[in-house]
């Protein structure tokens, strides 16, 4: 069994030969190319080298298309910080009001650096089709004004003006609708979406059900493709029962901090998990303690199926040794479909 | 009456009681109460300034710690900093409508530090006092901060942090200043609830000074603004 008929098997509920596992490697490429961040998150070329370099050394079972949300914020006019140590990120974001924002030019999903990162899916998709899935991440539809205006802005919209809040998102929208449907049709097999305002360290619930959950329920259904909700490291389990029944949407990413058990309550059976290692402790802890970490992840959610090993958070440190990543991968190597270690 | 009496005594709630009552209500993201919280304290005859001393002053403190905690989402903790903008107006009802006087001073949340709610209220605290506050936002890096200072001419940068992993970025503001040969032209104030948890940070992040709520912003600025200006100086 290769990877793709793994990872595709445990989110339709067919039986698998071992738990898949995958953790968020993209600037981390870069250590083992020697390519630097800036040209890694701008050549396609180097990109897929590095996915490919990441892919021989540690075999996790999905690909990564770029995970670089500045480049979005870019496209609608926002700058960009480039850092030799991490993703870049936004500096500046297009507009400093919403008013401003809504009279922006809705870029294209190929506009700017946006082409770069279709391109490098597309050759990922065409490297490893039905070897290796390719994953692409994009923003949740609740959070994605925040790459317009900042986060700032963005929740005091929410918050204390809501009609502005609901144009913005209306208008936003498009934006992902687009990006998304061209992502697929380059080639990436599942679509992951960040909702930071589904965490319960952005917002409380009744603020995700009242100004997130309808027009999440809304672009997603126009977006092709299996989806799976993020939690972006945060806790994730306030709404977690609510994501079950979202057009295509076929897992969640349970938070580091978030009670896999409860997780797995929450959602019922036959909703796929992934999760729930913590970012940081990849840079902080030894090999035998990742590889314990990641076993009572397993213990905790696998043993029914419909889970997949994975940290919980954005891109894994960059100081993070390669023995804590083939200890993880060890780990669901070790734990097979059926639950009981060998 | 929603401020609750002392009947014994017949006196109105102590300062410790309306404050618990504000902090409630910025929990429970309640504007509108604590607006009615804030205006009956001064109908029964708070002094403004006990009201922002004694009242919302030790709720923004212990909202910080439970943000620390972690037990605080940030859209409660954005309410919540409206609800102090809308304290400080009203007991300051002249607010931004001063004549700016004593310098121009840029404030902001240093580089991954999202919590606006000390620094926005500083600033406040700031304009009220005369200054001409130049408020850069959250997630500040330092470039940018020198990069305004010398724009405007301030004398003084304000960074805050709330959290210990942040404000170890002000260290990188510190070594710029210090690389661009600034240090006696450009003087910088530190602030967050971490520094009064943990004073020593101040120096090890390179601040030059620190206060120990909003309300003492202005002293420190005007303190800091002087050393640079030197004796006499206007």
Known sequence: MNSYQRVMNTLSGRPVDRVPAFAILGAYGANLTGCDLRTLYSDAGAYLQAQQALQSSFGFDLVLAPFDFSAIAEAFGGETVWSGLQTPNMRRPAAPTVARALDLRLPGPGDGRLSFILEATRALAQLYQERVPVIAVLPGPGILPSLLVGLDLWMETVLFEPGAARNLLSYSGDFLVALGNALVEAGADCLVFTEGMACAEIAPRALFVDAVLPHLREILARIDGPKIISSTGGSINQTLDLLPGIPGVVGAVAGSRDDLVESRRLVGPHFNLLGNLDNLAFASVGAEEMQQMSLDCLQAAAHGGHFILANSGGDIPQATPAENLLAMHGAAVRYPATGRLQ | ?234
């Open chain 2, 1 to 234: 009456m929603l401020l609750q009496t002392n009947h014994e005594e017949d006196f109105p709630m102590s300062p410790a009681d309306l404050c618990q009552q504000l902090l409630n209500a910025m929990i429970n993201a309640d504007r509108a109460g604590a607006a009615d919280i804030v205006s009956e304290a001064l109908a029964c005859g708070f002094a403004p300034a006990q009201v922002i001393s004694d009242i919302l002053d030790p709720a923004i403190i212990r909202l910080g710690k439970m943000w620390e905690e972690e037990t605080m989402s940030l859209a409660q903790n954005f309410v919540a900093s409206k609800i102090a903008e809308d304290t400080l107006i009203s007991c300051l009802p002249d607010l931004g409508t001063k004549e700016s006087h004593k310098g121009k001073a840029v404030i902001g949340n240093i580089e991954d530090d999202f919590h606006s709610l000390g620094r926005r209220t500083m600033g406040l605290f700031l304009k009220a006092a005369g200054w001409d506050v130049i408020d850069l936002g959250n997630d500040v890096p330092a470039e940018q901060f020198l990069e305004k200072a010398l724009e405007v001419g301030a004398s003084v940068i304000g960074a805050s942090a709330m959290m210990q992993t942040t404000a170890l970025n002000i260290r990188k503001l510190r070594e710029l200043i210090d690389r661009e040969g600034l240090q006696n032209h450009l003087k910088l104030a530190v602030g967050g609830a971490v520094f009064n948890w943990r004073p020593e940070l101040v120096s090890e992040v390179g601040g030059d000074g620190t206060a120990r709520n909003a309300i003492g912003a202005d002293e420190l600025f005007t303190r800091l603004q002087a050393e640079v200006k030197g004796p006499g100086a206007p």
